[in-house]
DNA sequence: CCGAAAGCCAACCAATTAAGTAGGGAATGA
DNA sequence: TCATTCCCTACTTAATTGGTTGGCTTTCGG
């Protein structure tokens, strides 16, 4: 039950681009790479399906690099897990689609339900801004 | 963010030997592994890690087998994900004893520990109980 | 006391998935 | 036209998971 890179590395470029956004401007993947440790091929990917999901917008060439397509208030920690293919559901019998598993025995399956409710409840409810702003209302 | 067998098998055989219980007797693994159709070998360390939790008591011998150590409204969801070893944390850095990670953009670190404390807060409050007898109230 | 029925345990192995790398292409702006 | 930067596919390596082998110990019935 552990988040894989793409979980982790998806929101540190998300809260990147979040904290050193610059007007319009895009910044290169490169500057995120960096400050972020994370090699930039492998980061190149994940902002594709950043991309992909609408969260971000891409320029080619010089000048140019990724900025937020949307305000931060706007995007959730699930948008970008879902967009990273961070699976949210802690099994592939909850997984969207699947209505029952092998029948018997499956008292389990509702367990694994309702915990991955509370799991996307809660990631639906903290968005990126509140997210480098560390608002600190319980929840 | 994926359940492993650990934690699926684990509250499987868990259920079985609450639904199959039989005054003090002792379950045979083998009855349990034929009935959930997990290996016997693989299921056997996961009652080890089961009994040394002290949820689950073991008898060798002929007669012997496996019974529940308390009363399943006494045993909760964690304690079994904890007992066989699935990590109940997202991340190392929210892991027991972890304070702080590589410092620097750890925004990421609130985010993974409220959702880490949802999840535990869900597996709490379920009780092998509630898991067999199917309780619905929401929570 | 003997032997079958169980649990106990350590070491090993195969398959899958995650993580990271390489390298070429296409757009863009100076 | 050229440096910059995103875009994409294929490959490789490392880690983890899931499972197996096989021998040992305890217990109890006969």
Redesign the interface.
Known sequence: ????TK??YG??AM??LAVHHDGDNFIPLKHISE??HISENYLERLMAGLRRSGLVQAQRGTQGGYRLARKPEEIT?RDI?EAVR???????CVEEGQTSCRGH?C??R???Q??TD??I???DS?TLYE??H?EEHD?
């Open positions: 039950m552990k988040m894989t979980g982790r929101l540190r809260a990147d400050r972020q920690v897990l961070e699976p949210m559901a802690l099994t592939d025995y008292t389990s509702k367990v694994w309702k915990m509370s799991l409840r809660m990631a903290i997210m480098v560390g929840r």
